[in-house]
């Protein structure tokens, strides 16, 4: 074959680098935006045009910013904020989105509980007989003690209810211990725990017969005089026996909870042993630990035991522990009216007590739907009811316990705050807020900024999960006007925004300027 010319040669080459060049040209012209971006840059875009976002929707730069240093998104974020009253909001940033609540949602099952069942109603609990006492006070037969789900039967209300079965003329019992804890569902002693954390009093589940909330409190007092740590107990329970073996020394206090926590075992006689043993530092001072320890059905046994015996109550023996229905014919012997709820409402939302909460959620159920023993879905049907009735149907709420210490619950910020304007307006609407924490005063709120000007202007609840933040509430405003303010933060990073929530809370006091 003869040779290519080197003309045509060269023409070839030039003809097929053209495309490219074309191409290269094309490029270089193209503004900015054109190009990709590597994702890191993209992402800062996005976030950009977020922050700038929630600025336009009213929520202060301040709160922003602090979102934006603790590393989270303004899309894990919502925020409402009105003034009662106001056409309005001030503030609205992804309000409607359905969001974890953690403890809010107490402020749905306080309020449902406050206007179905009324600030005056008290809970019950009764003490049956087989027989009625015999001249010289012997009860020959059973006992049967009957709990309708009191959220605080503590000691002292059991020791009430113990001195009207002796005024009854009842001083021997002569028979077994019957627990009738059928008000509520089976199985809710099983449900497991949020975090697995089983010794926990927050997680302690609900009971028909809940008893002191299932948890003992141990108080360690260190005495260098004698070189001892003394170790009490409350409440006193029957079986309950404590081996003290902590030894005093004189290093720094540490880890003390790590040395201090009890080994609790049942005894083949019967008895619950706690033990400790190892060092304290008398540099921790005095201390208390709570365990949630031992069954519903043993906790109440052993603190009914030693309330009676406290007393100057007798057994013929120690009466067994079984559980079943009061039988139809029982005498009873005494009844004890609980706390009224109004009371009860101000432990639930000061303090944030999750099982206080979950006890009044079943009861809302129970009493409103008699159609059988409590549970959650019955209650849920009930205060979703209650909801609609007063026009504030929720589609994305989700209760679960009520309490909020569930993954599974859910409300908008906007659902949340429609619901605080009905309770300020509604007639318990004073009970409700006289329930909730001060800001920089007490409950849950008592350490938040105390110093501020706003500390003792803000009636608001918290909220705290592991990747949540929450609050819900009133702020009153310098000028005197009150605002109802949500704010969820749905993150991992949720806990280091704690002052995206003290900067809302100023800001809205300053008058959400």
């Not at 087989?130 to 503590?154: I, S, W």
């Not at 809940?210 to 003992?216: H, V």
């Not at 099982?355 to 549970?375: C, K, N, Y």
């Not at 006289?434 to 500390?455: C, E, F, H, Q, W």
Request: aromatic share 6%; proline share 6%.
């Amino acid at each position: 074959m003869a040779a290519m010319p080197k003309r045509i040669r060269i023409t070839r080459i030039i003809r097929s680098l053209l495309p490219l060049c074309a191409a290269a040209l094309l490029l270089a012209a193209a503004p900015p935006a054109a190009i990709a971006k590597p994702p890191a840059a993209r992402a800062a875009k996005a976030s950009a045009s977020a922050d700038a976002g929630i600025v336009r929707a009213g929520v202060p730069v301040q709160v922003a910013a602090a979102l934006r240093k603790a590393h989270v998104p303004a899309s894990a974020a919502s925020f409402y904020v009105i003034k009662v009253g106001a056409p309005a909001p001030r503030a609205s940033w992804n309000a409607q989105a359905p969001m974890n609540p953690a403890s809010t949602m107490k402020l749905v099952t306080t309020f449902a509980g406050l206007q179905l069942l009324g600030p005056d109603y008290r809970w019950q609990t009764s003490l049956y007989a087989d027989n009625q006492p015999a001249g010289d006070g012997t009860v020959n037969g059973n006992v049967y003690l009957r709990g309708r789900g009191d959220p605080k039967l503590v000691p002292e209300e059991m020791a009430k209810l113990v001195a009207s079965a002796r005024v009854a003329g009842a001083t021997t019992i002569n028979g077994d211990l019957v627990l009738d804890r059928s008000y509520f569902a089976d199985g809710l002693e099983g449900n497991g725990t949020i975090d697995g954390e089983v010794q926990r009093a927050y997680n302690v589940n609900p009971d028909a017969l809940l008893y002191a909330f299932k948890t003992l409190s141990f108080t360690f007092t260190p005495d260098p005089a004698s070189q001892t740590v003394s170790v009490a107990v409350t409440p006193a329970l029957a079986q309950l026996k404590l081996d003290n073996r902590l030894a005093l020394t004189n290093g720094r206090c540490g880890d003390w909870q790590a040395h201090a926590t009890p080994s609790v075992a049942a005894q083949p006689d019967g008895t619950v042993l706690a033990s400790f043993a190892g060092d304290y530092a008398a540099d921790c001072g005095e201390h208390v630990l709570n365990i949630a320890t031992l069954s519903h059905a043993e906790f109440t046994w052993g603190g009914f035991v030693a309330e009676w015996q406290n007393a100057g109550g007798r057994f013929t023996h120690l009466p067994a522990l079984r559980s079943g229905k009061v039988p139809r014919g029982a005498v009873l012997l005494a009844r004890h009216y609980g706390q009224p709820l109004g009371e009860i409402v101000r432990d639930i939302n000061k303090y944030s007590n999750n099982v206080m909460a979950r006890q009044l959620f079943l009861t809302i159920g129970a009493e409103i739907d008699r159609s059988g023993p409590a549970s959650t879905e019955r209650s849920a049907r009930v205060v979703q009811r209650w909801l609609s009735r007063q026009g504030l149907d929720m589609p994305g709420l989700v209760l679960d316990n009520g309490s909020g210490l569930s993954r599974e619950e859910r409300i908008s910020a906007y659902d949340m705050a429609r619901l605080l304007q009905q309770a300020q307006a509604s007639s318990v609407g004073p009970a409700l807020v006289d329930s909730l924490p001060i800001l920089g005063v007490d409950g849950t709120l008592r350490n938040r900024l105390t110093r501020a000007n706003a500390a003792g202007n803000a009636y608001l609840k918290t909220g705290t999960l592991q990747d949540v933040r929450a609050l819900a509430g009133f702020v009153d405003s310098l000028n005197g006007e009150r605002y109802v303010v949500v704010s969820y933060i749905n993150h991992p990073n949720a806990s280091q925004a704690q002052e995206a929530h003290d900067a809302l809370m100023q800001w809205v006091y300053r008058g959400a300027p």
